[in-house]
């Protein structure tokens, strides 16, 4: 006999009423399952009125006759009910600690809708009597909140401008009078432009206003625009949507515009930005708004603006790289950085704090600079200003094993186009001839070894394209 094929069991779909029927029993299985293994369950009305408790829940409160609290409302039954806040604003509260009289319960609270979706009351459900029962949940939880409790403490202290005026180690007149324009300035909610070359402190300054100002409980974020790329600065700035371009962070990204929110925002070598980019940060500060890349709402932000440049700004606005309408919104109060040859009376104080400094850092014993090695600093150019002093007490301070900086360490801890240099005025020439020809014999060296390439030179002196032609004009190189 041929074998029977198996049979082939085809079932029926639900039809729509059967479907219905099932959520129906289900709600009602569900809510008697609840009202049987919860310690307490109450439904109120739409105007938080109690209409049902299970049995449980009555002497759980207390109430010598439940029929009485049928009615009432809710808060005069359970004084710490917050079942009117669900029904009101349809919002359920899934997990919650209630306190009633000397107990704790952890409880549930569900907004109960219509087929229409309107709240027509809620049920509150009693999930233990006894907080304990949460006790590796809540443990975990406090460890999560403590943990990022202490992240935020220690991003709000990075974000925090550590220095003030009394950094700004000086006693030259020029540095005197800048102090007392930056407190000026930090009085006010004007933006402050810095003009410095490279190395002479313009962030510390920056911080320092913020600082004194009335914004120096907030953060302080600095951002060096000549570090970063082109095509990431505008990320950087107005910061990311989630899934605003491919590899995007999926959360998004805060930018620094509203990380710095009532704070303020320092714009380090603002004279890099591109234009694209100098027109959208001037409707910034135009419009006190932004949008994040891949948004389309606008974000209202209050930031106070310190930029900073080593170009000349009125240089590259002849030349058509820097936006004069961002120029004169930005150069509302302008701070001039004086460069280290320019204030050298105060090398001694600077030297004595960098060194005191270092030694700390390097683990070193107190040191100290002898006359002779502070007359050898006097009369160096210091292209780098103050980075380049620090770098050549910090080379000193490696190479000395006396308490004493001596002249010989100072000039081996300097760099050869530095130690060409004379070490003593010649006689008869003024300090400011001495600083000419030194500064001449710097730059006709460093061009040498730079093959005439300018740019390269002006990079390896540590001043500005335009500082360098001014100087081989100046000082008779052409």
């Known amino acids: 006999m041929p074998s029977r094929s198996p049979e082939i069991s085809i079932t029926k779909p639900l039809v729509a009423s059967e479907g219905e029927h099932l959520v129906k029993v289900a709600t009602e299985s569900l809510l008697g399952h609840l009202a049987d293994i919860c310690d307490g369950a109450i439904i109120v009305d739409r105007q938080a009125r109690i209409v049902w408790m299970n049995d449980r829940y009555p002497k759980r409160l207390g109430l010598a006759d439940p029929a009485l609290a049928i009615g009432q409302p809710v808060e005069s039954i359970v004084p710490n009910s917050l079942m009117r806040e669900v029904v009101e604003t349809g919002r359920p509260i899934m997990l919650d600690l209630m306190d009633f009289g000397e107990e704790t319960f952890v409880?549930?609270?569900?907004?109960?809708?219509?087929?229409?979706?309107?709240?027509?009351?809620?049920?509150?459900?009693?999930?233990?009597?006894?907080a304990m029962g949460l006790a590796p949940l809540v443990s975990r939880f406090n460890r999560l909140r403590v943990d990022y409790a202490d992240a935020q403490r220690r991003l709000a202290e990075a974000r925090r401008a550590k220095h003030t005026l009394s950094s700004i180690i000086a006693a030259s007149?020029?540095?005197?009078?800048?102090?007392?324009?930056?407190r000026r300035a930090a009085r006010t909610k004007a933006p402050v432009l810095i003009q410095g070359e490279t190395g002479t402190g313009k962030e510390l300054l920056a911080q320092a206003i913020h600082n004194a100002s009335l914004r120096a409980d907030k953060a302080f974020v600095a951002v060096?625009?000549?570090?970063?790329?082109?095509?990431?600065?505008?990320?950087?700035?107005?910061?990311?949507t989630p899934g605003a371009y491919t590899g995007a962070d999926r959360?998004?990204?805060?930018?620094?515009?509203?990380?710095?929110?009532?704070?303020?925002?320092f714009l380090d070598e603002i004279g890099d930005m591109a234009i694209a980019l100098q027109a959208k940060l001037l409707r910034v500060l135009q419009e006190g708004e932004f949008e994040a890349l891949?948004?389309?709402?606008?974000?209202?932000?209050?930031?106070?603006?310190?930029?900073?440049?080593?170009?000349?700004?009125q240089a590259e606005m002849n030349e058509g790289?820097?936006?004069?309408?961002?120029y004169y919104r930005l150069n509302v109060v302008t701070l001039s950085m004086p460069p280290l040859r320019e204030r050298l009376s105060d090398l001694p104080l600077l030297c004595e704090h960098m060194i005191e400094a270092l030694c700390q850092k390097l683990g070193l014993p107190p040191r100290e600079i002898s006359p002779e090695a502070l007359q050898r600093l006097h009369l160096h150019n210091w292209p780098g200003n103050i980075r380049e002093l620090q770098n050549v007490l910090e080379r000193s301070l490696m190479m000395s094993d006396g308490?004493?900086?001596?002249?010989?360490?100072?000039?081996?801890?300097?760099?050869?186009?530095q130690a060409s240099e004379p070490t003593a005025e010649p006689v008869g020439q003024s300090l400011a001839e001495a600083i000419a020809e030194a500064e001449r014999t710097a730059i006709r060296n460093c061009l040498a070894a730079c093959a005439g390439n300018k740019a390269r030179a002006a990079a390896e002196l540590g001043i500005s394209r335009t500082s360098l032609y001014e100087k081989i004009a100046l000082l008779g190189l052409g």
């Open 107 to 130: 409880v549930m609270r569900l907004p109960l809708r219509d087929k229409s979706g309107a709240v027509i009351g809620g049920i509150g459900l009693m999930l233990l009597n006894n």
């Open 173 to 182: 007149d020029v540095c005197v009078a800048l102090k007392q324009q930056a």
């Open 224 to 240: 060096n625009i000549a570090a970063i790329p082109e095509t990431l600065l505008e990320s950087e700035f107005f910061g990311v």
């Open 251 to 265: 959360k998004g990204r805060d930018g620094k515009f509203k990380l710095a929110d009532g704070g303020t925002l």
């Open 294 to 313: 891949g948004s389309n709402q606008l974000v209202p932000v209050d930031v106070r603006i310190v930029a900073a440049t080593s170009r000349d700004l």
């Open 321 to 326: 790289r820097f936006r004069t309408d961002l």
């Open 403 to 417: 308490e004493t900086l001596t002249l010989a360490e100072i000039n081996a801890a300097m760099l050869p186009a």
